[in-house]
């Protein structure tokens, strides 16, 4: 036996859906059919009990269910077949089609024209429902596909939100990872600029010892070149060694934050001519290297600030350790922040790199930093949660003196 073709198997297909189509299409004028011999039957019933006067008592049941639910055609059927029932079974002469009186023929009339008018009626009010249908099947699906878009926005909006997430937290973590360097490398100067330069010139010094020892010897000249170039290595090595501290202070691996932060004030002072107003309250405990580290730039930043551009006479350095946090303020009297560039640092926006170092290494450590400006001076506010070194790591850095 051999199997049908796909052609076939389609064909049959088509056929039998034609054949569902038809049956559906039949289907309301055989219900209209059935109710209006239903309406016929029950009228013949109530012969016995209401004569027959006013045949068309129950056939209005059949138009209005047929125009209520089976639809234009199959209403207008029910309509014809209970009319011709009535004439037939109930008018005179009974079993016969002809209409005798003149009465008669009117309520015909009427009954076809109320019919008309309820079957007008039932249709109006199918077609605004089958309306409100199909605009209730297309505002579902409008709304559908509405959350459907978005469902599928908000996916893509937290994906990308996700994205964006783990992209700051990458920032965060390179931007760490460059302060580490940047300190790691001001490290390696500071130890190559004491180690090999600064011994270099320490070299140099003690031969040209030997040579300002024999200058009596020398042409007034000569005797003045030698005391020159004795002044100029003597200035050299004075560089080296401040630049060496600048860029990583020894004091602040050996013996911590206070005294690294005394030194760097007290040269800051004698340098630029500025009073600074020191206050240190810090505990016996030695700090986190990194956070000891911060306090530092910070301070240095904010007073090489000060020298730079507020042109004040004064500075107040507070670095008070309470509350489970280290308090830094930096304040001047001098000319303040321009009211253009507040909004800048209010926001984070486009800042100079040294207050935005600043902010990272505030960011990274957990703590908070603000600047307020009044056209009477300035103010930085630091303040980052303390955490100490652990006992075995006390002895640390290295010397450059």
């Known amino acids: ?23 559906a299409s039949i289907f309301p004028y055989l219900i209209a059919v059935l109710a209006s011999a239903l309406a ?22 059949a138009v209005v269910f047929c125009s209520w639910y089976c639809g234009l055609g199959p209403s207008v059927l029910a309509s014809v077949f209970c ?22 023929r009117y309520g015909v009339l009427c009954f076809l024209l109320f019919s008309g008018v309820i079957v007008a009626f ?70 190559e600029l004491h180690d090999s330069v600064g011994q270099l010139l320490a070299a140099v010094r003690m031969n040209f010892s030997k040579v300002d020892r024999e200058k009596g010897k020398l042409s007034p000249e000569a005797a003045k070149s030698v005391d020159e170039n004795a002044e100029l290595i003597k200035q050299a090595m004075t560089e080296v ?53 911060a306090m530092f730039r910070i301070v240095q930043e904010c007073l090489t600030n000060i020298h730079r551009h507020s042109g004040s006479k004064t500075a107040r350095v507070h670095l008070i ?7 830094c303020e930096v304040s001047d009297e001098g000319k303040g ?21 600043m902010r990272e290494r505030v960011n990274q450590l957990g703590g908070t930093l603000q ?11 630091a303040n980052l949660p303390v955490r100490h070194i652990a006992a075995s790591d006390i002895t640390r850095g290295f010397s450059l003196l």
Do not use: C
């Not at 049908?4 to 088509?14: F, G, I, K, R, Y």
């Not at 016929?40 to 049941?61: C, D, K, M, Q």
């Not at 030194?263 to 986190?288: H, Y």
């Open 321 to 327: 350790q309470r509350d489970g946090y280290v308090h």
């Open 40 to 61: 016929l039957y029950l009228r013949h019933a109530l012969v016995p009990f209401i004569g027959e006067s006013n045949p068309y008592l129950t056939v209005w049941l």
């Open 122 to 191: 039932g249709e109006s009010n199918r077609r605004a429902a089958s309306f409100r249908r199909l605009a209730e099947e297309q505002l579902k699906a409008a709304n559908d596909q509405l959350e459907l878009r978005v469902d599928q926005r908000t996916a893509e909006l937290q994906q990308k939100t996700k994205l964006l997430r783990e992209q700051t937290e990458t920032v965060k973590e390179l931007s760490a990872q460059l302060l580490r360097l940047r300190d790691e490398e001001r490290r390696r100067i500071a130890r």
């Open 241 to 293: 060694r401040t630049m060496s501290h600048l860029l990583h202070p020894p004091l602040l691996d050996e013996i911590g934050l206070e005294s690294a932060i005394r030194w760097f004030v007290e040269g800051f002072a004698q340098r630029s001519n500025i009073q600074v107003d020191l206050t240190l309250a810090l505990s016996a405990e030695r700090l986190a290297d990194d956070l000891e580290l």
């Open 371 to 381: 600047v307020h400006s009044n056209g009477k001076g300035t103010s930085v506010e």
């Open 337 to 357: 922040i321009p009211p253009e560039r507040q909004t800048d640092l209010t926001s984070s926006g486009s800042t100079g790199v040294g207050l935005r170092g």
């Open 83 to 104: 009319v011709v029932g009535v004439i037939y079974f109930f008018l005179p002469p009974f079993h016969s089609l002809a209409i005798e009186s003149a009465s008669e």
């Open 1 to 23: 036996m051999t199997r049908p073709s796909l052609l076939q198997l389609l064909s049959l297909h088509e056929s039998s859906g034609r054949r569902y189509s038809n049956a």
